[in-house]
């Protein structure tokens, strides 16, 4: 991971330093950070760059390569050096501190109104933090149920829909209907338990941050907020219906095991579904199911990609004018496509290419409403407390270490200690 910062950091600063914004002749040049990754990802914003480039003579985005491995860190250099790109590719939970640290330019006078009226408020207020609007959310993910489809047939076990998804009770029942003799009814890859239990959570009622009329912030462990993971942490420990060797492990690593025929089910990103496509042996039937649904039914935390403009960047209008180009509807459906996400936008969700049953296309957008932002988006602090106290937390209860009591006590203790030394 060291040695991924250094090249990740020393990239970015090369590509400050490749000369000035403005040329001889007045052209602009603008750098643009992409995270993209994924093969299909990456050629879509590299084609979107040169479509950009051919139609704008007077101003050039240089596209440049960075890593959601490293990226805090790289922009954290990058601004505090001052050689911060002008477009920045990021997730709306990773920008309260560059945001109220004056890092990111606030663009409600620089976006235009299509754009602005095209996405969601609720996508909005992933990326508005005090008074100002410091993303733009265009891409989101839910969280869904990869499901070994024969499988579910031959035990007849219900199917869920988003229209009739499983309540939580529903969903460890079927899970124990579907163990036995070495298989596991689902495996929880929580190698990061933190943001998939926090935003699962959330359709239980699950909150757990509280902010306060003094407008600070505290952890508060409530009964709503024991749901998802008590079921986890069951489903694992009591009724050996999940596996226990996955509990660490990332959704990739499950893969193989899933196709092996040793776990029913898998909770994944939606994305995930373009690694199923591309590695599920001949003859592999998947399907994708929603997430189980609370008291809040089929409410769902998400940290939705956004694009934002550096503070210090010298041509702030033209670099929104690129994310205006970016995500016009029909691009915006390109950058979904590439990345098999969600778009944020109204017109883009409503491309019958995003609609269609192959590859469960059709159940992640019927979960699109549904989507809200995050528990976490807005609290400073959030980096330290979900490396310091949430996860080893989470972690060891998942595990059977610990049990709920202390688990609350260290997420609210610890964790409000935490929270306090970035609210003073």
């Known amino acids: 991971m060291r040695t991924r910062w250094f090249v990740g950091v020393l990239l970015l600063l090369l590509a400050g330093c490749t000369g000035p914004s403005t040329s001889g002749d007045g052209r602009i040049t603008l750098r643009f950070q992409s995270l993209?990754?994924?093969?299909?990802?990456?050629?879509?914003?590299?084609?979107?760059?040169?479509?950009?480039n051919a139609t704008h003579p007077g101003v050039k985005v240089e596209y440049v390569q960075g890593s959601w491995d490293s990226v805090h860190d790289q922009l954290l250099t990058s601004f505090e050096g001052g050689e911060a790109p002008d477009i920045i590719h990021d997730a709306s939970d990773d920008l309260a501190d560059f945001a109220y640290g004056g890092y990111l330019a606030d663009l409600r006078n620089l976006l235009p109104g299509r754009l602005k009226s095209d996405i969601a408020q609720r996508s909005w207020e992933t990326a508005t933090f005090g008074d100002g609007v410091y993303g733009v959310p265009f891409l989101q993910e839910p969280r869904v149920l990869v499901a070994n489809a024969q499988w579910?047939?031959?035990s007849g076990v219900r199917i869920p829909t988003p229209e009739h998804p499983w309540s939580w009770a529903e969903f460890r029942r079927v899970t124990r209907q579907l163990s036995g003799d070495g298989r596991y009814g689902v495996a929880w890859p929580l190698k990061e338990p933190v943001s998939a239990t926090l935003n699962l959570s959330l359709s239980a009622g699950g909150r757990l941050f509280h902010r306060g009329a003094d407008g600070k912030v505290t952890v508060r462990f409530e009964k709503a907020d024991e749901t998802v993971p008590r079921t986890i942490h069951d489903q694992a420990n009591t009724d050996r219906s999940a596996s226990p060797t996955t509990l660490g492990s990332g959704g990739s690593d499950t893969l193989p095991g899933f196709f092996g025929g040793k776990y029913a089910m898998v909770p994944?990103?939606?994305?995930?579904?373009?690694?199923?496509?591309?590695?599920?042996?001949?003859?592999?039937?998947w399907q994708v199911l929603p997430a189980?649904?609370?008291?809040d039914g089929l409410t769902q935390g998400v940290s939705p990609q956004t694009l934002s403009v550096?503070?210090?960047?010298?041509?702030?209008?033209?670099?929104?004018?690129?994310?205006d180009f970016l995500l016009r509807p029909k691009n915006m459906v390109r950058l979904a496509l590439g990345d098999w996400m969600l778009p944020t936008g109204t017109r883009a969700l409503a491309d019958p290419a995003l609609h269609v049953t192959k590859d469960g296309w059709a159940t992640g957008t019927a979960l699109a409403s549904r989507l809200t932002t995050a528990p976490a988006q807005s609290v400073r602090g959030y980096p330290e407390w979900k490396d310091k106290v949430a996860t080893p937390a989470f972690q060891e209860y998942y595990s059977g270490v610990i049990g709920l009591g202390e688990l609350r006590e260290r997420l609210e203790q610890d964790g409000n200690l935490v929270l306090a030394r970035y609210q003073r």
């Open 36 to 52: 993209a990754w994924q093969e299909e990802s990456v050629a879509a914003n590299q084609e979107l760059v040169k479509e950009w």
């Open 152 to 154: 579910l047939k031959e």
């Open 268 to 285: 994944l990103g939606f994305s995930y579904r373009q690694q199923i496509a591309q590695q599920a042996p001949k003859g592999f039937r």
């Open 292 to 295: 189980p649904a609370g008291a």
């Open 310 to 323: 550096a503070e210090d960047s010298p041509h702030k209008k033209q670099a929104a004018e690129f994310i």
